[in-house]
Each structure stands twice: as C-alpha cells, then as structure tokens.
C-alpha cells in the first residue's frame, strides 16, 4: 500500500510478449513501427538468400529492397491463413520471384555473367578464417552449382534458414517428400565430396 | 541412414543445427554430420556491415513508406481530418488474428467442412435447426394464450423526444468515474424488444457496452472473420443506422463520446477520433507494440484521452485528479491530448494491480498488488476487464483471480474492508448508488454490499454466469447474462422484477458486458452481433380476445 515497492510476484506468464507476424502484418500497412519489426525479424533470411541466388552483396541488397517493397504493397491484400509462419513463407515467395525475375533478366543480358566461383564470402573475424571460409564456401558452391534445379532451390531455402516444414509449404510439396528430397541432396552431395577429395589427393 | 527413418533424423539433425548450432549427431553418420555443419556454416555467412539500415533507408524513402509515417502520434503537426468519411474504410486489412481465431475454433472449421462428411453434417444440421425453431414456435404460442408475451409485436410507447444531455450515457459504466449509474429512467412494464439491428459483420459480436448520445447510439463489434472491427452509429430510436467506420483489427471495447467526437480503440492497438455526426475521421495513432487488449475503453476528461494501451482490458477510472487503472505485469496506460493526439505521459504497470496516477503526469500516487492477470485459459489472451470504480473517497476494485471485492482510500489506498464472492470474477465492474455496492460473480449471483462496513444486504441468483457487470438506474439494479437473459432487480431488497430474452432466436447468445439504461430504454450488445433496444411495448391482443 502507499508507494512502498509492491513484493515480488513469483509466477504468471509475461504481458508483452513479442506480436506474431500475422499481428503486425495487420497493423503495417499503417505503422511504419509493425513493418519495421516484420523487416527486422525476417531480412537476414531473405538478404542471404537473394546473395545466394545471385552472388554479389550490392545485389543482394537491391533484391532485398525489391522483396520488402512488394511485401509492403502487398500487405492489404495479404491474407495469412492459419499458420504462424505463413508471413516470412509469403515473403519468400516475393523473394523467389524476384530473384527468378532477375536471372531471367541476367541471362539476356549477360554482360555480367555468374557462376557459383564468383561467390565470396565475407570476412570473417581474422584473415585465416576468412581465407579458409572462403575456400570451404567456394567448394560448396560448386557442389550446390551441379545439383538440379530443384534441389537447389530447396537447399537454398534450407540456407536461408526455413525449417523443412516451411519449404514444404513455400514448394507446395509433402512434408514427407521435402524430407526425402533433402536425404538424397545430401547423399549427392557427399557422392560429390568424396569424387573430389579422392581427384584431389 | 536411409529409407523415411534416416530421413527424419537427417531433418532432425538438420532443424536443431539451425536452432541450436552444435547438436549431438545422434545416428547420422559423421561424413553427412561433417556436410551439413558445413551448409550451415555458409548459411551464416556474415552480412556486410550497415546492409541492413541502408536498405531499411532506402525503403523508409519510398513514397508508400513516408505517406504513412506522416499519420503517427507523436508528429508534432495539426491532425489533418480525413477529406473524405471514412465509410466502410479499410475493408481490406483482412489478415487474421490468430488469438481470435483461436477464440472461435474457426480456423478448425474451415478444414471440417471441407471434407466428404460435410453433406451429412450439413443435413443434420438442418434438422436440429427445425427442430429447434418449431419448439420455438410451439412455446411462443403457448405463451401468447395465457400472458401478455414481450415478443410479441411490439409497439413504441415512448413519445420521442428532444435529445438532451439527461438522455446521455457517455462512456462506460455511465460515467469516467466507472459508478454504473446510469441516468434512466428504466423501461415500465411489460418491457420487449423495440428494435434489434446487426452491427458486426458476417458472424461476428457485440462486447462492449453502447454509449448514447446526442439521439445517436455508437458501439463496436469485432466482425465475423475474426480480423477487423467496425463502430456504428444508429439512432438511439429506431435503430437505423447512420453511420460507420471500419476499424484495423476488432473492436471489443466501447466508445466514449465527448464534445463531438467518438473515441475507441480497437484490439490490437489503434487509438481512434472521429467526428460523431459523421463518422469523419480526426486522428488515429498507433499504440504501442504489441498493444493488445481485449474490450478496452477510453475516458476522456479534460481535453485529455486515458486508455490502457496494453495489459488487461480494463478501462481506466477518473476521479477527482487522479486515473485508476488495473493492470498486469508490464501492462500500459498512457494519457493522449483528445485534440492532436499527442501522447502525455505513459506508465507501466511493474506488477499486477490496481495503481492510482497523477492524472496530469502519471506519476504514482498509491498501489495494490492483485493477483496475476493471466491470459484467459481458452483463447490465450488477456480479458480481464474489470475496472475501478470511485465513489466519493473510496475506490471500489474486484481482484477477479481472488474472487475478492475491495474498498479502497482513493487518497491513499489504503484497504476499508473487503468482500469475498463466490466465484472469480474477470470481467466485473461494481456499481455504487445510494451507500451500496452491487457487484456481479461468474456463479452468476449479483451481491449488495454495504458501502460503508462491507456487509452483505442481500443477494440474487441470476439465471446463468454473469461475466458483464451490474449497472443501476434509481432504484431498479440492471444485468444481463450469459444465456443472453436481461434482468431487472429491486434494488433495495434483491427481487426480482422481470427478466426478458436478448434474442428472439431459438439460439442463445451471451449478452455483452452491461446494459445501458437511458430514456425509458435498456440497450444490450449481443453475441450474436447485433444491439437491442428494451422498452415498454403494448401487446397486440390476439384476435378475438375481448378488450380489458
């Protein structure tokens, strides 16, 4: 009572909780705030994947820019349906059309060509590490370069950090057929490693 | 590692080395343990420094981007009114709230009735509706022939008249103090249904209380997609409606007009000013994030707009310079300049409880710890909406966890004495008139207590749970309940005086959280998405029945 502090209250859950994704998406088409957030929470995903899909950071950014602005033109028509994830798989569909948009674009107009080796990483905490991601990046690369195209486009949702039932939702496919794609990327993919370590020693 | 197994502990593996970076490989084999490390690794390839904020920048330059900008609280430019009414506006932002459509279980039904029963359903469905209405029917008969029956063809009494600021209820709970006194006078018997008009889109609800002024009622109802909301205006009379707005997200709570204009708020964080003739909008600002509050009502006094912005529900109580507010852990109110908009001052709320603010500042005057004010079990969000209530030096606080009634100092806060009920009771506001409190009990009972030592004067069972609070208009106490049943109560020794059904359907629907009472008339929000008008009505006598 009076202004003494009040004692402690041990249990009860937090008011305040972080909004779900479908709530600012509500509130952002007229809350700079909301969209914000939507933008904080979902663009090292989205950067990461663009850089993926064309290989060079300034792009990346322009794509990434691109994605966020249609995601906002968007958002009154959006509807998120009955999954918490659906905001951030609906950005990714905005974010795969866009970068399909732009490799067709690339490739009439191939002034600029790209290939998996034009990847580079970015610098890591010393030199050496760099170098070696570096390294490790490139070899990866050229081993992501030579899968199908739809298991590429898979793993590179994979990378940009969707868990397998969101790519089954952003692919239209079974959670049962995501799972049994991505056993036979990696089978491949190690089949790869090992032709080229033993072409290598 | 092959066949469904192996890939569900690859996927496994995979999912925790996103979440958690360095699992334990459990089954996989080392090679594929050793590749997929390696992908996440070049999954977290570091981003260059500053990418984030200058395609933040860039976009923060878009004219979309900047256009809405210009429409925050916290501009120091003049509120702009809306060229335009803003009928039907927004109709688009139909994103869904997941907390309401956990509420309903509508997300549920969609898929249900998709599927190869949905004929037979379909079919049952139809029978029990017939069924029903010819019980209905057969009832409604057998009550025409032997009382005078309210839902019968009801004739208006009343002779209309000039609107005046007796003809008035403001805000909720009839006053910013919160009392539940209402101006009346109640309806004379026998009381029916003078109008019903849906106000809610599609299937949705009335929660909120109306408020009625100036000849026009104002509520708001959360629509029937769960998403958005809508405030109307009817006239108080026939109910025919004038106006109305559609708001972001739902608006449970109610209106407050004052001078002119109506202000509300709506569930997931929008303040609202329009102009109550027309429903032109003056300003909105966004509250904070996340701003959620189930059935929030604003009190303006002074120029200056009080609402919780996050928390509870509760609707903040002014009394003599200081706003009462019950709130949860980290719960907000804060104080907007009816005007402009422009925020006063915030508070928040450290622990669950009830706090008295400076009303001018918001700094603290006094507190009293309540117990913690959870999400309601079945939805997953806060209703707790109860408020204070001041009369005279004592404030009046339901603690609904504790199922405790409080009389309170409203200078000090220090604790007169206190009532135990016989159920929580979440969504429970006293009323004060004459040295009584009447307060209100999920049990369904309805309790008077004496206003000066706490004693108990007499109770009344309703006939189901009462979540919706008690309001009084001169010597008649006022509820209406869960099955949707009004109820008029002596006040001064606890009978009852009639009862009479919100809806004329053979379906229930729960009444909203109080009635208001006003010019000979009761006005009820309903779940089934529609306001009703009560008041005295003739009965056409059926034919053949000899004059009295």
């Known amino acids: 009572m009076g202004d003494e502090p009040l004692p402690q209250v041990s249990d009860g859950p937090p008011v305040g909780a972080e909004p779900t994704d479908a709530e600012l998406a509500i509130r952002a088409p007229h809350d700079p705030a909301a969209f914000q957030l939507i933008y904080d929470r979902h663009f090292d995903a989205v950067f990461r994947f663009c850089y993926y899909r064309c290989g060079d950071w300034a792009e990346a950014e322009d794509l990434t820019h691109d994605v966020f602005l249609r995601a906002f033109r968007g958002l009154p028509h959006f509807r998120a349906g009955t999954h918490e994830e659906s905001v951030r798989a609906w950005i990714f569909t905005i974010a795969r059309r866009e970068t399909a948009n732009h490799w067709r674009y690339r490739s009439r107009h191939p002034s600029d060509p790209l290939t998996a080796a034009d990847f580079v990483a970015a610098s890591g905490p010393t030199p050496e590490e760099a170098a070696l991601a570096l390294d490790d990046h490139r070899l990866l690369w050229n081993l992501i370069a030579q899968l199908k195209p739809a298991q590429r486009s898979l793993l590179e949702l994979r990378l940009a950090g969707l868990k397998d039932v969101e790519i089954a939702r952003e692919l239209q496919r079974s959670h049962d057929a995501i799972r049994a794609e991505q056993s036979r990327i990696i089978k491949r993919l190690r089949a790869m490693w090992r032709k080229m370590e033993g072409a290598s020693a | ?548």
């Not at chain 2, 996927?11 to 699992?23: K, L, R, S, T």
């Not at chain 2, 009801?154 to 600021?165: F, N």
């Not at chain 2, 422009?342 to 622990?351: A, C, D, H, I, V």
């Open chain 2, 1 to 548: 590692m092959t066949g469904p197994r192996g890939d569900d502990e690859l996927n496994y593996f995979w999912n925790e080395i996103q979440a958690h970076g360095n699992p334990d490989r459990g089954s996989v084999d080392r090679e594929t343990a050793e590749l997929v490390a390696r992908m996440h690794r070049l999954a977290a390839v570091p981003i260059p420094e500053g990418a984030r904020q200058r395609v933040w920048d860039r976009l923060a330059a878009q004219p979309e981007l900047t256009r809405i900008e210009g429409i925050g609280p916290r501009t120091a430019s003049p509120p702009v009114p809306w060229k335009q009414p803003i009928l039907m506006m927004n109709t688009s932002y139909a994103l869904p709230n997941p907390a309401a459509k956990r509420r309903f279980g509508w997300s549920r039904g969609r898929r249900f009735f998709e599927g190869p029963i949905a004929w037979i359903s379909f079919a049952l469905l139809l029978l029990v509706i017939a069924q029903g209405g010819w019980l209905f029917v057969e009832s409604g008969r057998h009550r025409s022939r032997t009382a005078p029956d309210q839902l019968l063809p009801a004739v208006l009494t009343r002779e209309s008249a000039t609107p005046s600021a007796r003809d008035s209820v403001t805000t909720l709970y009839g006053d910013s103090a919160r009392t539940g006194v209402m101006p009346g006078p109640g309806p004379v018997e026998p009381v029916g249904i003078l109008w019903s008009t849906k106000i809610a889109e599609g299937r949705g609800l009335v929660f909120g209380s109306a408020v009625v002024s100036n000849g026009l009622l104002f509520a708001g109802a959360v629509n029937g997609d769960g998403e958005s909301g809508t405030l109307v205006a009817l006239d108080s009379a026939t109910g025919v409606e004038r106006w109305r707005v559609a708001s972001v997200s739902p608006t449970s709570g109610s209106p407050t007009v004052v001078d002119g204009v109506v202000y509300f708020r709506d569930d997931l964080g929008f303040l609202y000013a329009v102009d109550a003739s027309s429903g032109n909008e003056r300003w909105r600002i966004p509250l904070e994030i996340p701003a959620s509050a189930w059935a929030s009502s604003p009190a303006v006094v002074d120029g200056v707009v009080y609402i919780n912005v996050s928390g509870t529900g509760s609707s903040p109580s002014l009394s003599g310079g200081t706003a009462y507010v019950v709130n949860s852990a980290g719960g907000k109110v804060s104080a907007f300049d009816a005007n402009t908009g422009l925020e006063k001052w915030r508070f928040t709320s450290p622990k669950a409880g009830v706090y008295a603010l400076d009303a001018k500042t918001g700094s603290q005057r006094w507190a009293m710890e309540m117990m913690e004010i959870g999400p309601f079990w079945t939805t997953g969000i806060d209703e707790v909406t109860n408020s204070v209530a001041v009369a005279g030096d004592v404030a009046y606080v339901v603690d609904g966890k504790a199922k405790t009634l409080y009389a309170l100092d409203a200078a000090t806060g220090q604790e007169q004495w206190k009532f135990e009920l016989g159920a929580q009771a979440l969504q429970n506001t006293p009323a004060i008139a004459n040295g009584t409190v009447y307060v209100t009990d999920e049990l369904g009972y309805v309790y008077a207590v004496d206003a000066a030592n706490g004693a108990e004067r007499w109770h009344f069972g309703a006939p189901s749970t009462l979540r919706s609070s008690a309001v009084i208009a001169g010597d008649t106490v006022y509820v209406c309940d869960e099955s949707g049943v009004v109820v008029a109560i002596d006040a001064s020794t606890g009978t009852e005086r009639w009862q009479t059904r919100t809806t004329p359907s053979a379906f229930r629907h729960r009444a909203g959280l109080a009635p208001i009472v006003v010019n000979g008339m009761i006005f009820v929000g309903n779940f089934d998405g529609s306001i009703y008008a009560f008041g005295q009505v003739f009965v056409t006598p059926e034919p053949g029945t000899p004059a009295a």
